[in-house]
Structure formats: C-alpha cells, structure tokens
C-alpha cells in the first residue's frame, strides 16, 4: 500500500508522517496552497521541502486555490449573507482534503490518504467506521463527518490514539521543528479569526445592511448592524436596554431582523440536518443515540427520524441552540460517527 501524506507545515501532519515512515510504509508527501501562494507559503513548502528530504519522503506540491476559493470561500461568505453561521473546515474535508488531494493523490498511486487529523478508522471497506480520537480534548470526528464512507475507508489517522503534548514532545525529542507553528487558527483563510473583518474586505456583494432588532413576540426594541455580525447565543454587543439580559436567538434573513430574547428562550428541543451524510447505514444503528452540533460540545441523547431529504434530531433534554450552517454530527455512545448533515434549522 502507498500512502499519501497531506502535510500542512504544522506539527501533526509532519508527525503523522513520521510515523507511518518510521513504520517503514511506503509514502509521499503531499501539500496543497489551499490560498493564493504568498511568500510565507514559499518559504512553508521549502521548511517541508527540507523535513522530506532528510526523511528520504518525496513532496508534492498541489495549487488548489481557486478551487477553495470555490467550493470552501465563497459559500462561507454566501451563507454568512443568508444568516446562517457556516462550519468551512467541515466543508473543506470532503471537497479538498479527502475531495481533490485525495484525487489527485491517487494519480500519484497512492491506494490511501493520511492526515493529521485526531479520529480513528475501525474496519475495512464497508465496514470501515470514523470513530472519535482518542485525546478527547483534540477529537476531529465532527469534522470529518460530512466525508463520504468510501473515502473514509482509505483514510488513515496515525495520531488516532495519540494526544497532542505527546505529539509535540516526539517530534522534540527528534529535533524537529515544523516548518509552522501549530494551532495558529480557528479557520485558516481569516486572518486573527476576524470573521467580520474577512466579510467586509471579500464579499463580492454587498452584505446585509442595518436592520430590526425584534424580540419574539415581533416587537421592535432596537437596530442592528447586519445579522452576519452576530452570533446565535451572543449577549454582550446587542446594544439594547432591557429588564432582563438579551440572547441573540435567530438571524432572519428574509426581513433581515435578529430575533433576541432571554436566556430561557435559547434551549431548543430539535433540529433539521440537510446533505446528510450518512456514515452506518441506518439500520445498523443503535438504540441509543447522541448528537453534538458544535466542535467540542458534550454530546447529546437524541432521538433521531428520517424526514423529507434529512434527519431530525430531538433531544431529550433542553439543548443549547445551534447555529444554522453549523454541522450536526450523530454518534453511539461509544463514539462511533454514524451521520453528519448541516443544521437547516431548530425548533423549540
Ligand atoms: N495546506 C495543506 N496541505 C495538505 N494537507 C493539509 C493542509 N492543511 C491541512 N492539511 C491536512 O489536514 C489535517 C487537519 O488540518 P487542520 O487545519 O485541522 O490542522 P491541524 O490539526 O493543526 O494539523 P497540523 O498540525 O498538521 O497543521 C492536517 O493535519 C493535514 O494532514
């Protein structure tokens, strides 16, 4: 078997690598300009260029740009403009790391696509399952769980029982530097992760502009300055005087209003998954069923029903809100992922 490395430059994948070297697998390395190609991408290729030498581990270099620009950077800014809080590193990985790398990697020959990703795969073929990693701090399950079953099973996640402190302790105890500091963040193409700033400067369209703040009931009691601004939950910076403190509880696209209200209207009791991916097929599932709809949430007992073109999940006690656009990932108890969608929406 031939293994293609998706390298970053940061410090997970360049361990992954590593490792499954050091396992004495036969692999290549493979990193893909998911931006515009600046100097600082120069000179990351060239820090990897290096690392792969030394390791005797050919590299690849894939420019991908426009294709991100696409299929990851534009939708994020459309659904921003639709109200709607978009999850771009759920997206990416089945439309570029195990979408387009993992193409272009099997034209390199390679039977399997590796990552740095903290996840585990259990089985083969059909069987093949996406667990969660064990580092529970770290687990990149809910991630992956728009990537469709038969890439998975050609997925390998060296790091699947590592944790990271371990991770950045190897590769110190082998002098290794990686050629970027890890975890810099939360999503790669906006810089300091200034999500409004980043809409502002690269929307095409004009954004949403100031609107009605309503409360439930419809009532008006104050002005907004674009719904993208705001996030589901949010207290502080709505700028409205009330009895009680105001929760942001919906974006309303179609009359461009954000609906607010107190902290006992945020619990919601079900939601809508749409592009539902499914990872087990259903009748393999178990009785007892678990739902995070957001990165390191503690999952939640649902219970889940087939519906026109998706999954309602409804839980079974009172459930933070999610953030339509977010993903909805559905596990068993034990961590097994047997479905992803994006939250359409929730009701209470
Ligand atoms: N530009 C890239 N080219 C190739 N593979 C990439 C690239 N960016 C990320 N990956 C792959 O996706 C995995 C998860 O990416 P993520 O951005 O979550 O990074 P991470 O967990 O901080 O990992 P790392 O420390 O390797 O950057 C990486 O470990 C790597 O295998």
Same mark, same amino acid.
């Not at 954000?258 to 393999?284: F, H, Y």
């Given at each position: ?34 931006? /515009? ?43 921003? !403009? ?5 999850? =771009? ?23 399997? @696509?590796?990552?740095?990703?903290? !996840?585990?795969? $259990? ?23 728009? @990537? ?18 371990? @991770? ?19 999503? &790669? ?30 009532? !008006? ?23 009680? =403190? ?18 006992? *209207?945020?619990?919601?009791?079900? &939601? ?8 087990? /097929?259903?009748? $393999? ?38 953030? =339509? ?16 969608? @994006?939250?359409?929406? *929730?009701?209470?």
């Amino acid at each position: 078997m031939k293994i293609a490395v998706a390298v970053s430059g940061g410090t997970d994948s360049l361990f992954s690598l590593i490792l499954l070297k050091e396992q004495g697998h036969d692999v290549f390395a493979v990193h893909a300009f998911f931006l /515009p190609p600046d100097d600082k991408a120069h000179e990351t290729v060239a820090g990897l260029q290096s690392r792969c030498d030394a390791l005797g581990v050919p590299l690849h270099v894939l420019d991908l740009h426009k294709e991100f620009q696409q299929q990851v950077i534009d939708p994020f800014i459309a659904a921003y !403009a639709t109200g709607k809080t978009p999850n =771009p590193c759920a997206l990416c990985n089945p439309t570029m790391k195990f979408g387009l790398l993992f193409d272009r990697a099997k034209e390199l020959d390679a039977s399997h @696509v590796a990552t740095g990703h903290y !996840a585990r795969i $259990q089985g083969e073929g059909a069987d093949a399952r996406l667990i969660r990693g064990t580092d529970p701090v770290k687990d990149q399950s809910y991630f992956l769980s728009l @990537v469709p079953q038969e890439r998975l099973a050609k997925a390998i996640f060296p790091l699947d029982s590592w944790c990271k402190t371990d @991770v950045r302790s190897e590769l110190e105890k082998r002098g290794i530097v990686p050629p970027l500091p890890s975890d810099s963040q939360e999503i &790669c193409f906006v810089p300091g992760d200034d999500y409004c700033a980043f809409l502002e400067h690269r929307s095409l369209e004009p954004l949403p502009g100031p609107g009605k703040i309503i409360l439930e009931d419809g009532s !008006a009691v104050g002005r907004h300055n674009g719904i993208w601004r705001y996030t589901l939950g949010q207290r502080r910076g709505i700028g409205v005087a009330w009895k009680e =403190p105001l929760y942001v509880i919906a974006k309303n696209a179609e009359d461009n209003t954000l609906t607010v209200g107190p902290k006992s *209207s945020l619990p919601i009791a079900c &939601c809508q998954l749409r592009e539902v991916n499914i990872l087990v /097929p259903q009748d $393999q599932w178990p009785e007892k069923l678990y739902a995070q709809t957001h990165y390191r949430q503690k999952a939640r007992p649902v219970e889940v029903e087939l519906t026109d073109g998706g999954l309602e999940l409804r839980f079974t006690e009172a459930h933070t809100r999610p953030a =339509p656009g977010q993903i909805g990932a559905l596990y068993t108890e034990d961590g097994t992922v047997l479905a992803g969608g @994006v939250i359409s929406h *929730s009701c209470r």
